[in-house]
């Protein structure tokens, strides 16, 4: 008997070799969530008959897991040598949803492949972590030029998911490059004074005092942190003046949908029936969840489908309602138990690269969990950014566990020594 004990855990431990050092925590947790987001996907499509979009999120997130796994075991490093094949490949599939994308309210986002839709710019977000990773790998943000690189490769993906509009996407690839920049030893000073001109264009038109005293900070900041202070002083301020006169030319640029999705944020009760029964429905569905929830295909909201749309944007809503105050803490401390396992996995990474794929990753996922729950419960604006791992959406899903995969095989090769 104890030999076959013995045989057994020799044969186990073989089998298990090729993945010795990955983040099993992790790896639990993502799985985890995506399991609870099909459970509550299965509720929230309960009342129509229908468990179309639940299965195909579990079947994706199957795959997925298979997918994850497999990258484990590839080495991340040998994506150096690809990051711009990559990189052309992420563009080139953006740039094919202008001409044969799927036009769907109002942006065209999908491509139909074999009779599924494939949304390019989910796996974009994972190209521009890798070809950024490689960029910073081999020069450090340290300098203006290095930033100015960086900023130049992002820029050509980040126009084309702008235009076709994707406001969300685009977003979170400013907080990925925000993050990478960062991680990269960029200075915080200059990551400031690039969201500036964004918050003066804001400021301007919403609070004029308040955005006086923002220039004023900015002309400090260019002073202490550029390398020639008065020059450096005078860009910052000019820039943000100009920015503040351009607020009204950049509203233009925007669709009426995401004009009244930023507005409404605001006062959703000023359009209770249009623009804003989104977020009054979903306030109330959380609410009305209190302590431990109503219960499980019980929530009243959720089962008569008072919330358009809510096993995408807002399955945090049906979280909330049926599984209540408690049921969100649990999904919050399983995002923060992941953003904990990132930052540990990129400090213990073997090189730059490895690391900064995980701070390009967790970049995204503290973005996404952010505005996403945030708009939820009113203290963001509604941009049609998903829930990692929890909301419906193949594409998106199968990206995170792409991404997560590459982060799983930083932490499977950080110890081993090439």
């Known amino acids: ?70 990258l484990a075991r590839f080495r991340y490093d040998v994506l150096l040598g690809w990051h711009w094949i990559i990189y052309g490949i992420t563009n080139l599939s953006l740039i094919a949803v202008m001409f044969i994308g799927t036009t769907a309210m109002g942006a065209e986002r999908w491509i139909t492949i074999g009779g599924f839709n494939v949304q390019p710019s989910e796996f974009a977000k994972v190209g521009i972590i890798v070809t950024l990773a490689a960029l910073l790998h081999t020069r450090t943000a ?34 990925i490059t925000m993050g990478m920049l960062y991680w990269g030893n960029a200075n915080p000073g200059w990551l400031v004074l690039m969201i500036s001109p964004l918050v003066s264009a804001i400021l301007f038109n919403v609070f004029l005092p308040l955005w006086l005293v923002w220039v004023v900070v900015l002309g400090l900041i260019g002073w202490f942190t550029l390398p020639w202070p008065r020059l450096g002083a005078f860009a910052a301020v000019a820039v943000n003046l100009i920015a503040g006169e351009l607020g009204h030319i950049l509203w233009g640029l925007l669709q009426d949908y995401q004009k009244d999705r930023i507005l409404l944020f605001l006062n959703p009760d000023k359009d209770p029936l249009g623009g804003g029964y989104h977020l009054i429905q979903s306030r109330i569905a959380i609410g009305a969840g209190e302590l431990w929830g109503r219960g499980l ?92 791992f929890l909301s419906y959406g193949r594409s998106a899903l199968l990206a995170n566990f792409i991404a997560f995969g590459l982060v799983e095989s930083v932490a499977n090769h950080r110890r081993l020594r090439y």
């Open 1 to 70: 008997m104890t030999i076959k004990k013995s045989h057994f855990y020799w044969r186990w431990q073989t089998w298990l070799q090729p993945w010795q050092q990955v983040d099993w925590l992790l790896f639990g947790l993502i799985t985890g969530l995506t399991l609870l987001g099909g459970v509550m996907i299965h509720s929230v499509e309960l009342n129509q008959g229908d468990t179309l979009f639940a299965w195909q999120h579990l079947v994706t997130g199957g795959f997925g897991v298979v997918i994850a796994l497999m």
């Open 142 to 175: 340290a300098t203006i030029p290095a930033v100015l690189s960086s900023l130049a490769v992002t820029a050509v993906p980040w126009l084309l998911i702008f235009v076709q509009p994707n406001l969300g996407t685009a977003l979170i690839f400013g907080a």
């Open 297 to 388: 295909h019980r929530g009243t909201q959720t089962q008569l489908s008072f919330i358009p749309e809510q096993h995408t944007d807002f399955i945090f809503s049906a979280i909330g309602e049926e599984l209540g105050f408690v049921g969100c803490l649990v999904v919050l401390v399983a995002f923060w138990l992941i953003c904990l396992r990132l930052v540990l996995i990129a400090q213990s990474a073997k090189d730059n690269f490895g690391s900064l794929l995980a701070i390009g990753v967790l970049s995204m996922v503290i973005f996404q969990v952010t505005v996403n729950i945030g708009m939820t419960i009113g203290l963001a604006p509604i941009t049609g950014i998903p829930l990692p």
